[in-house]
T-cell receptor
């Protein structure tokens, strides 16, 4: 079965510290992986994607994500967290056999404390 | 220059009513989607249209009916509204080639009383 897991409902980090939001996936074939961010009362915004190539992908707002095929993971990272990074983060993988359908994780709420 | 826009932003209505939400995208994308986000923030795909053709139709009550007059517009009509329909509904669009990342509208918060 195709799935995305975000094992942490909430992540708390102090401003200036590095942050990691975890994501693991299960899909057949080569995965197309995405991270989105949702600020309060807003729509989802695309952050970054992994398709192929370098396992470290850089995206918007200083975020990056590391693809690990053996661990089937795609963790979101940022070297130095900002209070303004506090939001809900979603990981998604493109469904095998349906290019247009994304399988979504349940989301991880990130709180960056000043 | 909003890429994906939805109207209305807020919708408060009574049980049993019929309502519509409209979505428009100016990105030139071929595929559009409707998602429902519940109070726990879980995101669920409902429908998708590609060039006015329905391509994703998840398990959704048939009170929900999407309509796509052209590839830039996707509307959602809901009949006989129920309390459980209260949620935020998001429209999204994606290009029909490449990596298919989706771009989302600001959402419509539907409250059924």
């Amino acid at each position: 079965a195709q799935s995305v897991a975000q094992p942490e409902d909430q992540v708390n980090v102090a401003e200036g510290n590095p942050l990691t939001v975890k994501c693991t996936y299960s899909v057949s074939g080569n995965p197309y992986l995405f991270w989105y961010v949702q600020y309060p009362n807003r729509g989802l915004q695309f952050l970054l994607k992994y398709i192929t190539g370098d396992n470290l992908v850089k995206g918007s707002y200083g975020f990056e994500a590391e693809f690990n095929k053996s661990q089937t993971s795609f963790h979101l990272k940022k070297p130095s967290a900002l209070v303004s990074d506090s939001a809900l983060y979603f990981c998604a993988v493109r469904a095998a056999g349906n290019n247009r359908k994304l399988i979504w994780g349940l989301g991880t709420s990130l709180a960056v404390n000043p | 220059d909003t890429a994906v826009s939805q109207t209305p932003k807020y919708l408060v209505t009574q049980m049993g009513n019929d309502k519509s939400i409209k979505c428009e995208q100016n990105l030139g994308h071929d595929t559009m989607y409707w998602y429902k986000q519940d109070s726990k923030k879980f995101l669920k795909i409902m429908f998708s249209y590609n060039n006015k053709e329905l391509i994703i139709n998840e398990t959704v009550p048939n009170r929900f009916s999407p309509k796509s007059p052209d590839k830039a517009h996707l509307n959602l009509h809901i009949n006989s509204l129920e309390l459980g329909d209260s949620a935020v509904y998001f429209c999204a669009s994606s290009q029909d080639r490449g990596t298919y990342e989706q771009y989302f509208g600001p959402g419509t918060r539907l409250t059924v009383t």
